[in-house]
Nanobody
Framework: QVQLVESGGGLVQAGGSLRLSCVAS????????MGWYRQAPGKQRELVAR???????NYADSVKGRFTISRDNAKKTVYLQMNSLKPEDTAVYYC???????????????WGQGTQVTVSS
């Protein structure tokens, strides 16, 4: 099992920035990729960004140029730096870890509990 704990969500005005963090613990040896997904009210959960152990990344088109995903393998932590936030970025953001690649989800997948990001106009 892998446990994921997110932090860093909150309320911010449009144009502002937030940084999310996700710390992994447990049996992380099977994990190759970590990432962030989000789910807005009434919508399906969608990819935000993924990053592999080797540093390969994949971003949703809606966040390219504004969000940056990074990881610190020694700290077992993945970050999501969110700049130029828009009201449409409002959602619950979930950390994910799996044995997939930057572009394909793996079979063994774990989720954090989610952190709320609210962007006011």
């Amino acid at each position: 099992q892998v446990q994921l704990v997110e932090s860093g969500g909150g309320l911010v005005q449009a144009g502002g920035s937030l940084r999310l963090s996700c710390v992994a613990s447990g049996n992380i040896f099977s994990i190759n990729c970590m990432g962030w997904y989000r789910q807005a009210p009434g919508k399906q959960r969608e990819l935000v960004a993924r990053i592999t152990n080797g540093g390969s990344t994949n971003y949703a088109d809606s966040v390219k140029g504004r969000f940056t995903i990074s990881r610190d393998n020694a700290k077992k932590t993945v970050y999501l730096q969110m700049n130029s936030l828009k009201p449409e970025d409002t959602a619950v953001y979930y950390c994910n870890a799996d044995d997939g690649t930057a572009y394909h989800r793996g079979l063994r997948s774990y989720w954090g509990q989610g952190t709320q990001v609210t962007v006011s106009s």
